[in-house]
């Protein structure tokens, strides 16, 4: 099962502690190994295959060991899955016809087609930003005043914390709650009950200015939201999208390069020596024992340490790997995602949408990104939808670009009104049809993945593998430097 639809249904069943349990499970906060101490590399030649954040952290540590390295890069251009487009770039999905983005030229105009935030316990990837100079700035991932299905997240929140303080409150004492509790403790938990569900002095919910204002306070004393029915609120679905950030990996405040995320790729390569890296030639084959990796153009390259960064998918049609590596290679789950930026004016900075996230569940869009950075300037880009559910993102991989975008101002505007003929440049991504790609990240099934990985990592001939599809973060660009230092721990002196 998808990890995201795996805690959508954990969620909806047994609570949102039992999804943050599982999310925790399958996304340990410590996941990123010491980053290794590499022997001397001077005279041995190291070759990378893939230019993603795996391959190009890989290349950076291999080359400041001294080995002369050689980095072999299928796409034109760095960067895998850690893409951001800008005006006048062109995307090609697999069979699809050419997508030019249209938006306006201006360095805050960007979309970042894959990853787009950073946890702060990402230390791997926030390293290499800090030593390579990277800037980064805030990205709101939680904001209130966005709407969840339509009601603002501030309000489902303080409403539910109303709600269920108020059932608590009641509960307790009447011999209903099953734990032993000391009547000390019943006093104090009444008092912190009170407190977290802004109830009254009769312990009842009857709304709160949490939730916001349905008349805001100026001159006059301003008018609550009253509480959203219960009815409304008693659906899994919606708590789902509302508790998001309380998941470790999606906190409110998250963090971003200034610029647009392949800033970090851009700043991996540039470290690197001139001519390193090699463009827009595909790797056809391996001989891991003798350290050769076989090129589309017909030319082979040799080293004495050769890892490969590539996608589980493409590793495994490669000849000359062990068929039971390529076995298990192919049998890895990979998940669809997909996500379509816009250009717009910001309409929506006038309701206090600076930065976060508009949740619509029930859409296809699904999610809706209101930009972190550029406040207050004539226009900016919308993110219009990005969709983590496997049907949903295969239906909308389907579509063709313009199809793409009428449905995502046609499920928009519900949100929306003003999107109507002031929408612009839409753009695209499906990541399940990207050629080099052709997923948006690994699903490993609970378990497997642990089963697999001695397999995976021990050496082959001289080949070592890396790729964030090989650790406990697939899908985060800390699981690329984690896979990366995994790897780059094995390279023999
Ligand atoms: C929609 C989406 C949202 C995401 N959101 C986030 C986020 O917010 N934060 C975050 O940290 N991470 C996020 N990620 C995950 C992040 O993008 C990845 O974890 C990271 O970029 C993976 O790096 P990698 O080097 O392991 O793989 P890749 O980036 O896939 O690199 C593999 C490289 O191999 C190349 N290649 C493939 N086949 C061949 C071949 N035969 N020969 C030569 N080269 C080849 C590819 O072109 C590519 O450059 C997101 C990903 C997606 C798709």
């Known amino acids: 099962m998808k990890r995201r639809a795996l ?46 954040v795996a391959g190009l952290v890989c290349a950076l540590e291999l ?15 760095i960067g895998g899955r850690s893409l951001t487009l800008r005006a006048g770039d062109t995307l090609h999905e697999a069979d699809g016809p050419e997508q030019r983005v249209g938006f306006t030229q201006d360095p805050a105009f960007y979309f970042n087609a894959g990853p787009a935030r950073i ?14 100079a990277v800037p980064l700035e805030v990205l709101v991932n939680e904001n209130r005043a966005a709407r969840v299905q339509g009601h603002p997240l501030g309000q489902v929140k303080a409403d539910l914390r109303g709600v269920v303080a108020e059932l608590a409150l009641k509960a307790l004492g009447t011999g209903l709650l099953d734990a032993p509790v000391t009547p000390a403790e019943t006093e104090r938990l009444r008092a912190m009950l009170r407190h977290f569900g802004a109830l009254d002095r009769q312990g009842r919910y009857r709304g709160t200015s949490r939730a916001g204002w349905a008349e805001a306070p100026g001159m006059t004393e301003g008018r609550r939201r009253a509480p959203l029915p219960l009815a409304t609120l008693a659906d899994p679905a919606l708590w789902a999208s509302a508790d998001f950030a309380e998941g470790v990996n999606y906190a409110a405040t998250m963090l971003a390069p200034v610029g647009g995320m392949d ?38 390259e040799r080293g004495d340490i050769v890892i490969s960064a590539l996608p589980a998918r493409h590793l495994a049609e490669l000849p000359g790997l062990s068929a039971e590596r390529r076995a298990t290679l192919a049998a890895i789950p990979q998940a669809p995602s997909a996500k379509l930026a816009l250009e717009a004016p910001r ?31 004539p226009r ?15 239906r909308f991989a389907a579509l063709a670009p313009a199809e793409r975008a009428a449905l995502a101002l046609s499920e928009l505007s519900a949100l929306h009104p003003e999107l109507a003929g002031q929408a612009s440049a839409p753009v695209s991504v499906a990541w399940n049809r990207m050629p080099w790609a052709r997923s ?42 984690a896979s990366a230092w995994g790897a780059l721990a094995r390279v023999p002196g």
């Not at 316990?121 to 800090?130: M, S, V």
């Not at 996230?357 to 550029?374: D, F, K, M, N, R």
């Open 7 to 52: 805690l959508r249904q954990v969620a909806a069943v047994a609570g949102t502690g039992a999804a943050l349990a599982v999310l925790g499970a399958l996304a340990p906060a410590a996941a990123t190994p010491p980053r290794p101490t590499l022997p001397p590399l001077a005279g041995k030649r190291a070759l990378v295959l893939g230019a993603g």
């Open 63 to 77: 080359h400041r060991a001294g080995a002369e390295v050689l980095v072999l890069e299928a796409a034109p251009r």
């Open 119 to 132: 946890p702060h316990h990402h230390q791997g990837i926030l390293g290499y930003c800090r030593e390579l």
């Open 263 to 300: 800033r970090i790729v851009a700043a991996l390569a540039a470290a690197l020596p001139p001519f390193a890296i090699r463009l827009g030639v595909p790797v056809t084959g391996l001989d891991p024992a003798q350290g050769l990796a076989r090129l589309a153009d017909g030319r082979t």
């Open 347 to 377: 309409f929506w900075e006038a309701q206090g949408l600076y930065g976060g996230i508009a949740w619509l569940p029930e859409s296809t869009v699904t999610q809706a990104w209101y930009p972190s950075h550029g406040f207050h300037a």
């Open 380 to 394: 900016g880009i919308l993110l219009g939808a990005y969709i983590w559910e496997e049907e949903k993102a295969l």
């Open 440 to 481: 948006a990240w690994a699903e490993w099934a609970p378990g497997t993945r642990e089963a697999a990985l001695p397999a995976l990592t021990a050496p082959e001939g001289r080949l070592l593998l890396a790729g964030d599809w090989l650790s406990a973060l697939p899908g985060w660009q800390e699981g690329a430097v």
